[in-house]
């Protein structure tokens, strides 16, 4: 074994994904805190004297309590190096999560103890059965009433195909929970929570006899429920796990801390570390091949104070080292690498090297946008991540004549980040560019880093536009003639997209004028997104 491979034996590259308010951030900074990454551990609706977590940076994920942007965590437990990438949990900023989850080699979903599988959880859950990334279930907010255990077992398998294989298993209802059956290593934990929940909970091992005598019909009902288990097959089969046919199952409450610490464990021997990749053309590129990543975020301006831009690179092959020169792939232009960090919320700390699964953050990338492939020697690049179908549009302006260069500065450079796709045309002019969004919380975004953070308040109008799909320059002039639709080019790949006000006109133009060139982007291509 290589030095790069055995360094990538020791990877763990995950995401945790979830329905808005799951607890995902309070989740983040509970891993951190096991895994003794931060002291301390936040939450997102936090009390007076508690600090916020230290994942979400932006004002205004601040004030609402919700992640938007995502950001990358890295950290060392049992011999191995944890790199967690946090996703936005907002159903509007799903295509950053798609973006996200080209980067990671498995996913932990999240799910409330009351709700279950909930609409958004099942849109991400889409995206890694797409890339086939192995999913392990963390069954949340324990500690407060929900459903039964088994219930949400059913669910889990109706609804995502996956046969769930519980790892531990609940000791008491949700909202009287004790601590759990660990059906794996075939012992019993209790859990006591320590003052306000900000610091690890104490786990006591108890035999049989002690948790008869301590905990009785709850304890009872646990073991018969764990010999139902037995009985019916529901065991961990490792094979399934990684083929995506099965998911791992754990129970427990990020903000108390209960179950975080087995979850790492889970992670630790049953998660899968980096593989080979395929490129364009696909040819697998070996793990010790030289240095090869792929560019799944651009952020800027994390840190008010430097006003820069970070990409963030999944190491795919090889090793990087700080100062390395590479290559961009998308324009064959030799990109520097003075400055690697790694980034958590505005947190940050200087990266020497990094091998594959590693998240590098390299700062003052203009050139480079996510999707991008950065190389060292032989050429190489990989597949591109792909646009969702933007169901919001709207004409942007800036309030102000005085700041039409700092209105362009802005657009363009949120642009690049992907946080909004900028449709141009030659009749509504660079001054009025359309922005597409999938949500429409990504234009209160825009509207709020402009203002902030170029000093370009914008006037929105709202188009009636709901669907967007791919067109060429033929059918372009035809459409151009139509009511109710318009022709527009995307800025970041000049790509011909022809919006429509519902899907009834685009089929109505469609049947007048047959032959038109109209190609669905990738919500309409089984793929997540609003209308998938």
């Known amino acids: 074994m290589s030095a790069v491979t055995g360094e990538a034996a020791r990877r763990r590259t995950f995401a945790v994904i979830s329905h808005p308010d799951a607890g995902k951030s309070t989740m983040t900074e509970a891993l951190a805190l096991h895994a003794s990454a931060i002291t301390q551990a936040g939450a997102v609706h936090g009390k007076a004297g508690r600090r916020g977590v230290t994942s979400d940076w932006m004002e205004m994920e601040r004030a609402r309590g919700i992640s938007i942007t995502s950001a990358a965590l890295r950290f060392d437990y049992r011999g191995h190096v944890f790199n967690l990438v946090d996703t936005p949990g907002h159903a509007d900023f799903s295509e950053d999560t798609y973006r996200v989850l080209a980067a990671v080699d498995c996913a932990v979903m999240l799910l409330d103890a009351a709700k279950g599988m909930e609409p958004q959880t099942m849109k991400l859950f889409e995206v890694c059965r797409h890339r086939r990334i192995p999913v392990i279930t963390f069954v949340n907010k324990w500690d407060r009433p929900g459903r039964e255990p088994l219930e949400l077992l059913d669910e889990i398998e109706e609804r995502t195909g996956l046969r769930p294989t519980p790892v531990t298993w609940p000791i008491g209802a949700a909202g009287n929970f004790h601590g759990v059956v660990d059906r794996l290593e075939g012992r019993a934990v209790r859990y006591i929570r320590t003052p306000g929940g900000a610091t690890k909970a104490l786990e006591t091992e108890l035999t049989p006899e002690q948790a008869a005598a301590e905990l009785g019909a709850d304890w009872a009902r646990a073991e018969e429920e764990a010999d139902l288990l037995a009985a019916i097959g529901a065991e961990h089969d490792q094979k399934a796990f990684e083929a995506h046919e099965s998911t791992p199952v754990l129970f427990g409450a990020a903000l108390s801390n209960f179950g975080v610490a087995r979850l790492l464990d889970v992670l630790v021997d049953l998660a899968p570390a980096p593989a080979p990749r395929a490129d364009v053309e696909g040819a697998v590129r070996p793990l010790d091949a030289p240095f090869a990543g792929l560019v799944f975020k651009v952020q800027a ?38 400055y690697a960090q790694s980034v958590f919320g505005q947190e940050r700390a200087t990266i020497d090297e990094a091998y594959p699964g590693d ?54 450079q949120l642009d690049g980040e992907g946080v909004i796709q900028v449709l141009r045309s030659d009749l509504r002019g660079d001054q009025a560019p359309v922005l597409a969004a999938v949500g429409p919380m990504q234009f209160e975004v825009v509207q709020h880093r402009l203002a902030t953070e170029f000093g370009a308040e914008i006037v929105l109008d709202r188009l009636e536009y709901t669907l967007a799909l791919r067109t060429d320059a033929e059918s ?52 997540p997104g609003p209308s998938a």
């Not at 309030?399 to 260069?405: D, E, Q």
């Not at 800025?491 to 190609?519: K, N, P, Y």
Request: glycine content about 8%; overall charge positive.
């Open 301 to 338: 301006n994390m840190d008010p104070a430097h006003r820069d831009r970070i990409a963030f690179v999944r190491v795919c092959s090889g090793r990087f080292e700080r100062g390395m020169v590479l290559t961009h792939a998308a324009t064959g232009r030799p990109f520097a690498t003075k």
């Open 359 to 412: 998240v590098v953050g390299l700062v003052n990338a203009t050139a480079l946008r996510p999707g991008d492939t950065l190389y060292e020697g032989k050429p190489v690049e990989f597949p591109p991540i792909p646009s969702f179908a933007p169901e919001h549009f709207a004409v942007a302006r800036s309030r102000s004549t005085a700041k039409a260069k700092q209105f362009r500065r802005g657009i363009d």
């Open 476 to 527: 372009a002039e035809v459409l151009r003639r139509q009511r109710g639709a318009e022709v527009l080019v995307r800025s970041r790949d000049q790509a011909l997209l022809a919006v429509f006000t519902d899907q009834w006109r685009m089929r109505s133009i469609q049947r007048e004028h047959e032959g038109l060139t109209l190609e669905p982007l990738i919500a309409g291509q089984g793929l």
